[in-house]
T-cell receptor, first 113, second 114 residues
Framework: NAGVTQTPKFRVLKTGQSMTLLCAQD?????MYWYRQDPGMGLRLIHY???????AKGEVPDGYNVSRLKKQNFLLGLESAAPSQTSVYFC????????????FGPGTRLTVL | QQQVKQSPQSLIVQKGGISIINCAYE??????FPWYQQFPGKGPALLIA?????SEKKEGRFTISFNKSAKQFSLHIMDSQPGDSATYFC?????????????FGQGTTLQVKP
């Protein structure tokens, strides 16, 4: 089992460019999450999904969109990148239904110039 | 609004010493309190978790102490080792019957000196 994988690992964008981060899990987990990690701020939830075809906003959703067309994949999109979106992005997944442990991917380091 | 506050921001401990990290929460509906460990360049991984029906949980050298009335919980690392050097995050969520969303603390960077 690969667990939770994220692509790409690193990316540099110019302000205004768009990109999509891909998260994939092979554990048949129902729930998936996107977080951003910034120094001194912990991990903050951007968007999450409780099942295929469903998405919902987290703490810091502005400037991001997500899609969950397949159960194993959760995509995070930046339509018009801004320097404030420079961060490390983590995807996580869990079984759901009261099984709370979240399994995290290795992260994507994004720099917006 | 930060619902989980973690301290200290950084901690230096000698090998064999006890590392203590504290967290406080505001929402009394929280009923699941995990600690995550993160090594540089890696994603966080669950270390240990507790629910409010017990006051303490121990797994090896790692112990969570939970004080429901004070809305505080802490992580104790006994006999700290250089391999424990990492960033530790506390978190909280309403575990029963919902989305499993975690609210994380700000993180504590632990350095264990040999």
């Amino acid at each position: 089992n690969a667990g939770v994988t994220q692509t790409p690992k690193f990316r540099v964008l110019k302000t205004g460019q768009s990109m999509t981060l891909l998260c994939a899990q092979d554990m048949n987990h129902e729930y998936m999450y996107w977080y951003r990690q910034d120094p001194g701020m912990g991990l903050r939830l951007i968007h999450y999904s409780v099942g295929e075809g469903t998405t919902a906003k987290g703490e810091v959703p502005d400037g991001y969109n997500v899609s969950r067309l397949k159960k194993q994949n959760f995509l995070l999109g930046l339509e018009s990148a801004a320097p404030s979106q420079t961060s490390v992005y983590f995807c996580a997944s869990s079984y759901g239904q009261g099984k709370n442990e979240q399994f995290f991917g290795p992260g994507t380091r994004l720099t917006v110039l | 609004q930060q619902q989980v506050k973690q301290s200290p921001q950084s901690l230096i401990v000698q090998k064999g010493g006890i590392s203590i990290i504290n967290c406080a929460y505001e929402n009394t509906a929280f009923d699941y309190f995990p600690w995550y460990q993160q090594f540089p360049g890696k994603g966080p991984a669950l270390l240990i978790a507790i629910r409010p029906d017990v006051s303490e949980k121990k797994e090896g050298r790692f112990t969570i102490s939970f004080n429901k009335s004070a809305k505080q919980f802490s992580l104790h690392i006994m006999d700290s080792q250089p391999g424990d050097s990492a960033t530790y995050f506390c978190a909280a969520s309403r575990g029963s019957g919902n989305t499993g969303k975690l609210i994380f603390g700000q993180g504590t960077t632990l350095q264990v000196k040999p």
